[in-house]
């Protein structure tokens, strides 16, 4: 579709494992698709089976102590000894990263099929909308596989109403598309063949409408939420007033 970026992980031989070259790789397709301004939606996808198996934690392209020239630019102390190295790569390549791309000014869909597991779930999260195949499920199993309390980009609470994130978290347990969606986790499922058709027309349907009042909603609702209903309110009184001086 024109004015559209597709954006697709592709190591299905690894089930899209995210290695530090990929997550550099996303970081710089979504730059791109900001800066271009014949781009009005973002499309993420998975190649093959699996949306996202996580974090890469024992694949042959792990390159955890892989120095990149944005990481060194973002955090030249990368000589730091392991703990605190660990903390500078998280802080930078999944907290710093995701909240970017959270607050990307352009509509953003995540198309879901397979697993979206755990590191898996940050990539999905960040998107505005996210629909999901018949196949699909969701997964954060850290705390019984690693004795932690969940991926790094710890919007849980947000996505799940709290009882539902307490048990995702605690039990580790997969959680279907459909269990997902009846929580506004995800905004519609549908069959497998059917994942690419309807990715491309929730991209249509938005493009019909003015892409400076997109990015306003897309504003409005992101802030809003992180904030009391009465900063919510000004926030969203805000853009309306820039949109109506446009007319």
């Known amino acids: 579709i024109d004015n559209v970026a597709w954006i ?9 494992a995210q290695n530090g070259q990929m997550t550099y790789a996303l970081d710089d397709a979504f730059n791109r698709a900001v800066q271009d301004d014949a781009v009005r939606c973002i499309v993420l996808a998975g190649n093959g089976k699996h949306f996202s198996a996580g974090h890469d934690i024992g694949t042959p392209g792990r390159d955890l102590h892989h120095e990149f020239e944005k990481r060194l630019m973002l955090a030249p102390h990368t000589n730091k000894p392991a703990a605190e190295l660990l903390y500078t790569r998280e802080q930078e390549q999944y907290l710093g990263m995701c909240r970017r791309w959270r607050d990307i000014p352009k509509p953003t869909i995540a198309m879901v099929q397979g697993a979206c597991i ?5 990539l999905a999260w ?12 969701f997964q954060d ?3 019984p596989l690693m004795g932690i309390p969940g991926v790094e980009y710890f919007a849980h609470g947000f996505e799940l109403p709290t009882r539902v994130a307490k048990e995702f978290l605690l039990l580790g347990e997969r ?9 506004g986790m995800v905004n519609k499922v549908v069959p497998h063949d059917d994942l690419l058709p309807a990715a491309f027309e929730l991209a249509e349907r938005i493009l019909r409408h003015s ?3 997109v990015s306003r909603i ?13 900063e919510g309110l000004l926030i969203e ?6 949109m109506a001086a446009t007319r």
């Open 118 to 122: 755990a590191g898996g779930l940050m």
């Open 211 to 213: 892409s400076l009042a």
């Open 237 to 242: 009184r805000e853009q309306f007033v820039r």
């Open 218 to 230: 897309i504003t409005a609702v992101t802030r809003g939420i992180n904030t009391t209903i009465e």
């Open 141 to 143: 199993p850290v705390n």
């Open 175 to 183: 959680m279907s598309a459909e269990r997902a969606c009846s929580f």
């Open 8 to 16: 697709t992980m592709d190591r299905p031989a690894f089930n899209n």
């Open 126 to 137: 960040v998107c505005d909308l996210i629909v999901a195949s018949e196949d699909a499920f």
